[in-house]
């Protein structure tokens, strides 16, 4: 079946300027997660979403980021005000999550951030 | 608060030889360790995932273990191919908290 799937693949931004990236979990996963990948940090935990539970927002690195997941299905991160140092690779992954039984995440192949 | 580790961060190794790579973690409360390969430029694509009360995963060629008393995980990659070249990374996550902690990963070149 489809994979976790990712849009744009690339975004180039002026510094300042908001974005918005979407995320579609493989279907019927009740968990999504958002990481990001950059040089010097490596990869990062930002939001995890359980089914209706509130959102584990705990590695979200500022107030200017945030993440909604619609219907339980797709997810968008959205990034106000960019900054370079927002600039990474942005990856979602899903999983069957806790009610599913398996904690084996998916990933999709990321959208890459570039401030300018 | 979870830490892993790996060592090293680069590993080079001749075409059809069997080698093994190492993941540490700190907390043993740990639940889940998953181990993935990344191609440069992609995303990640899981290889195996063990759960606390498993002490080994097999797939194909691949094969994990996790001994939580001591905090390491092993993945031994046997009869090694130019195509296994990429990097590794490990991640555990523990109970009740499902997010993933990363190691920093090991790339590996297999050299035909």
């Known amino acids: 079946g489809a994979g976790v799937s990712q849009s744009p693949s690339n975004k180039v931004t002026e510094k300042g300027k908001d974005v918005e990236l979407r995320c579609d979990p493989i279907s019927g996963h009740t968990a999504l997660y958002w990481y990001r990948q950059s040089l010097g940090q490596g990869l990062e935990f930002l939001i995890y979403f359980q089914g209706n539970s509130a959102p584990d927002k705990s590695g979200l690195p500022s107030d200017r980021f945030s993440a909604e997941r619609t219907g339980g299905s797709v997810s968008t991160l959205t990034i106000q005000r960019t900054q370079q140092e927002d600039s990474a690779v942005y990856l979602c992954?899903?999983?069957?999550?806790?009610?599913?039984?398996?904690?084996?995440?998916?990933f999709g192949p990321g959208t890459r951030l570039t401030v300018t | 608060k979870q830490e892993v580790t790996q060592i090293p961060a680069a590993l080079s190794v001749p075409e059809g030889e069997n080698l093994v790579l190492n993941c540490s973690f700190t907390?043993?409360?740990?639940?889940?360790l998953q181990w993935f390969r990344q191609d440069p430029g992609k995303g990640l694509t899981s290889l195996l995932l063990?759960?606390?009360?498993?002490r080994e995963q097999t797939s194909g060629r691949l094969n994990a273990s996790l001994d939580k008393s001591s905090g390491r995980s092993t993945l031994y990659i046997a009869a090694s191919q130019p195509g296994d070249s990429a990097t590794y990374l490990c991640?555990?996550?523990?109970?009740?908290?499902?997010?993933?902690?990363f190691g920093t990963g090991t790339r590996l070149t297999i050299i035909p």
């Open positions: 991640a555990g996550g523990n109970f009740g908290n499902e997010k993933l902690t």
């Open positions: 063990i759960q606390s009360s498993q």
């Open positions: 992954a899903s999983s069957l999550g806790p009610s599913g039984g398996s904690y084996e995440q998916y």
């Open positions: 907390d043993s409360a740990i639940y889940n």
